[in-house]
């Protein structure tokens, strides 16, 4: 068995699975990177081989796109994606793909929220740790769980 190089957060939502859902795929712009950032484009074909693509900008202007697809989609529970294909299956090179896992477990009337970055190889992994991946998701989560607990 080859070994996982992963890195992953979890956050306890207190709102229902599906309300954490509808707020992560319909109101992505408010949470997806974290504060001062933004994301002025999600464009998303939610399905398998739908496009999964964002741009991210900075308070100065700069800008980072990211295009890739689905990969699973089970409505209110799990959502797979990578950047190491865009739409039609197209292989993207690229140093920081990795496979996304989003799940949304029922824990009584709350949700345990878990984002997982996959990688190919430990570099990688490292790479995306030294970028800053635990203060970086970890933050986002916490803006998933403010917009999701708002609303329920």
Known sequence: MSEIFE?????????APETVWNVYT???AEWF?????????VDWDLRVGGRANVEM??????????????????PGRRLV???????GWVPQAGEMNFVR????????DATLYTAVARHWDEKAMSAHR??????????VAD??????????
Not at 33 to 41: A, G, I
Not at 57 to 74: C, D, I, N, Q, T
Request: proline share 8%; aromatic share 10%; hydrophobic share 40%.
């Open 33 to 41: 990177c974290p504060r001062p950032w933004t994301t002025p484009v």
């Open 81 to 87: 994606s990578t950047g190491a294909f865009t739409e």
């Open 7 to 15: 890195l992953r957060i979890s956050r306890l939502i207190r709102a």
């Open 101 to 108: 896992i989003d799940t949304f477990e029922p824990q009584g």
């Open 130 to 139: 030294a970028m800053g991946f635990e203060q970086g998701w970890a933050a």
């Open 143 to 152: 803006q998933l769980a403010e917009l999701a607990e708002g609303v329920a």
């Open 57 to 74: 900008a900075s308070p100065e202007g700069e800008r980072h796109p990211y295009s890739g697809v689905f990969l699973e989609v089970v």
């Open 26 to 28: 319909q109101r992505t």
